[in-house]
């Protein structure tokens, strides 16, 4: 079956633009995981929906990103008034069970580049 | 806090060497202990994981042990093959919220 995938996979911007990342989960799995991933690093949860609740946002970096998930499906992550510093590449994850030590499938992310 | 500390690389071997990554972990109570691969051109996916002390993971090859003594969880192959040339991500997770806290990865290359 299809994986997790997301669009766009490339998004060039300028500083203080607005950018909607999108994921498309596997069918069925109602855990949904954003993590950002800089230039050799690993990747850095930023949130996690159960369903369309955001049940742990405590690694968004500030208030200007923002993610929703209304119909426990695809989700968008926002970002406002972007940054140099938000470059990176974006991943989504998604899962069939409801804990994080359940297997999550990645999607293949969306490289932000924000100039 | 919680932290993942993994092997600097690139890590380069032949084809048929032995292969071991370290990844030793911080964490407060039991956490659970994961090993990630990203090959070249694709996403992150699953390779192992262990959910307790003394368990072993295993998948294609690779294994990984839970030790909980020495805070650890090294990755080992007994003969790399060039295709195992990837990016490798130790992980943790189960500490309380939802966040899974990866190493910064180990990139390995296997010569022909």
């Known amino acids: 079956g299809a994986g997790v995938s997301q669009t766009p996979s490339n998004k060039v911007t300028e500083k203080g633009k607005y950018v909607e990342l999108r994921c498309d989960p596997i069918?069925?799995?109602?855990?949904l995981y954003w993590y950002r991933q800089s230039l050799g690093q690993g990747p850095e949860f930023l949130i996690y929906?159960?369903?369309?609740?955001?049940?742990?946002d405590s690694g968004l970096p500030n208030d200007r990103f923002f993610a929703v998930r209304p119909e426990g499906s695809v989700s968008t992550l926002k970002i406002q008034r972007t940054e140099r510093g938000d470059s990176a590449v974006y991943l989504c994850?998604?899962?069939?069970?409801?804990?994080?030590?359940?297997?999550?499938?990645f999607g293949p992310g969306t490289r932000l580049t924000v100039l | 806090g919680n932290s993942v500390t993994q092997m600097e690389g690139p890590v380069t071997l032949s084809e048929e060497a032995f292969l071991t990554i370290n990844c030793t972990y911080t964490?407060?109570?039991?956490?659970?202990l994961f090993w990630y691969v990203q090959y070249p051109g694709e996403g992150l996916q699953l390779l192992l994981k262990?959910?307790?002390?003394?368990d072993k993971g295993s998948n294609k090859g690779f294994e990984a042990t839970y030790r909980k003594e020495t805070t650890s969880f090294h990755l080992e192959k007994g003969s790399v093959q060039v295709s195992d040339s990837a990016v490798y991500f130790c992980?943790?997770?189960?500490?309380?919220?939802?966040?899974?806290?990866f190493g910064a990865g180990t990139r390995l290359f296997v010569k022909a």
């Open positions: 069918s069925g799995h109602t855990a």
């Open positions: 964490a407060t109570g039991y956490p659970s």
């Open positions: 992980a943790l997770s189960g500490t309380g919220g939802f966040k899974t806290i």
């Open positions: 994850a998604s899962s069939a069970g409801e804990t994080s030590t359940d297997t999550q499938y």
């Open positions: 929906f159960q369903g369309t609740g955001a049940a742990d």
């Open positions: 262990a959910t307790k002390a003394d």
